[in-house]
């Protein structure tokens, strides 16, 4: 995985500039920004504050919301905690953070960093455009997936526009998928005269246009894949053919950002703060209140994974792997977090890790679909190949060993020969790949169905959550432009590419 080397004056000044300038940010969809007095800054000091605020939402509420959707963890019985979740309680007050984030924040200051010119008339800011374009793509796919239509053509405009139209959400994501296609040809095409290179200013890739073109290309195949039972076949493979046309592939190595995490205070990689440890090394109660349920528990054991020891912890009582339901009411002897496993090393791994947006192994598990769906070429030889180099990837990622003679047995949904339906063995391999690290379990769920005996939780009324819903604050904000919903939308209303 690719780290940042950053000396310590220059980690402290970076820092500085990240904790000033996400301290500036106003509110959602900046209704209280005055358009006539912007804020002053330039591409180099925004465009790290834009990612850092995208790992930290991906790394944190998405993540968590994605794993217990997909049911990975489970509350022990010494804790009231996640409630809501347990009970798949979606309302317009559930997780808003992931809307108003991504436009309060994200959105606001990658279009700042999209939209700016050289005062001077001489720099050329192509390769910023490139990196905005592709995170927002990144970004705007997730808020299709989890709500539907959401402010498209007439958002991030500042004072411009505080109540913009709510766009289709099929419409949307077409526009994405052109935009991916513009920044991966123009990263491959930089202006070489007076361009200017964010360098490690851009704390995911350093300015590497080329790894960036591979990054739009990846994000641009996920959202084909996504559309893959939408009866789009030609749609899929012209866009495919548009990726093959740029010549820059998929992307070969993970994709994660660190600006310079550290042990300090509010200065950890966003999930390991989150999900694991303070800066003391004391852990967060989130730490002790988020244990494995049986169901991954009983997945990885018997399948002989080896993964096991990565993802999840002996318990602390008797260094047992033990999971337990998901359910606000466990008995008590037997199921505390002292009893249960806590999230493994394979994930917390340090404060200074880097925080994933996208994994290899995804990349991989996505062109094995597209071979196995005949959008790409090369038959059942090459998908089962690009399969067994994801299960590697991920081995790779969580510090695993012996992937190979993990994914030789003779179990369905493990061994490519062996598995009878080659779409649920790459989504059941995902799964299994990207717990602890990733939303797209619950969405991919949402899309396949795999793995087809995921429980539900014990008080979720044997159903779950398709979408969420939009914020209270839009109701209050943009009320004429706003799509009315009901509770029964976040498990009925299935977005446009189910």
């Known amino acids: 995985m690719m780290k940042i080397k950053i000396n310590k004056i220059g980690r402290i000044l970076l820092i500085i500039c990240l904790t000033v300038l996400a301290s500036c940010s106003d509110d959602f969809l900046d209704v209280n920004d005055n ?25 944190t509420s998405m993540m968590y919301l994605g794993q217990y959707f997909a049911y990975s963890y489970a509350v022990p019985s010494n804790w009231s905690a996640n409630g809501d979740l347990l009970r798949y309680n979606v309302t317009n007050t559930f997780y808003t953070n992931i809307f108003e984030s991504s436009y309060a924040d994200i959105f606001k200051n990658l279009t700042f960093v999209e939209e700016y010119a050289d005062p001077q008339g001489v720099l050329d800011y192509s390769s910023y455009k490139v990196i ?37 959400e099929e419409t949307i994501y077409k526009n994405v998928i052109d935009s991916l296609t513009t920044a991966a040809n123009l990263a491959l095409n930089i202006p070489s ?10 704390i995911i890739l350093h300015g590497d246009m080329t790894a ?15 559309m893959s039972n939408s009866g789009q076949d030609s749609y899929i493979q012209e866009q495919i053919a548009l990726i093959d046309a740029n010549g820059a592939g998929y992307i070969t190595d993970n994709i994660s950002a660190n600006p310079g995490y550290s042990q300090n205070a509010d200065q950890q990689t966003p999930v390991y703060g989150y999900l694991g440890y303070q800066s003391t090394g004391v852990e967060t109660d989130r730490h002790d209140f988020t244990v494995a349920t049986d169901y991954a528990i009983d997945l990885l054991d018997s399948t002989n994974d080896p993964r096991i020891l990565r993802i999840y912890t002996g318990s602390d009582n008797a260094d047992e792997l033990k999971g337990v339901n998901q359910s606000i009411n466990l008995p008590g002897e037997g199921f505390t977090s002292d009893d249960l496993s806590a999230v493994g090393p394979g994930i917390l791994k340090s404060a200074d890790q880097d925080q ?43 510090e695993a060993e012996d992937a190979q003679t993990y994914y030789s047995q003779a179990i369905e949904n493990v061994s490519w020969a062996s598995s009878s339906d080659k779409i649920e063995a790459i989504i059941t391999q ?13 969405i991919e769920y ?20 398709i979408r969420l819903l939009y914020p209270t604050s839009e109701y209050s904000r943009n009320s004429d432009n706003v799509p009315p919903t009901t509770t029964e939308d976040a498990f009925t209303k299935n977005p446009f590419w189910k």
Do not use: C, H
């Open 430 to 442: 995902k799964w299994i790949a990207l717990n602890g690290i990733s939303i797209e379990p619950w």
């Open 193 to 202: 005269e007076n361009s200017e290179n964010p360098g490690d200013s851009d």
């Open 446 to 465: 949402t899309r396949t169905g795999f793995p087809t005996d995921l429980p539900t939780s014990v008080d979720g009324g044997n159903r779950r959550p």
């Open 132 to 168: 905005t374009e592709t995170l927002s793509g990144f970004q705007y796919q997730y808020l299709v997936d989890l709500y539907g239509d959401v402010p498209y053509s007439e958002a991030n405009q500042r004072g411009g526009n505080t109540t913009p139209v709510y766009d289709n």
């Open 212 to 226: 960036w073109a591979q990054f739009a290309n990846t994000v641009k195949l996920r959202m084909l894949m996504r």
């Open 35 to 59: 358009p006539n007095n912007p804020p002053t800054s330039t591409p180099k000091l925004t465009l790290p504050v834009a990612q850092q605020q995208l790992a930290n939402l991906y790394g």
């Open 356 to 398: 994933p947006l996208m994994l290899l192994s995804e990349a991989l598990f996505l062109q094995a679909e597209a071979v196995t769906r005949g959008y790409i070429p090369g038959g059942d030889a090459v998908a089962m190949n690009l399969y067994n180099q994801a299960i590697e990837a991920s081995f790779d990622y969580l």
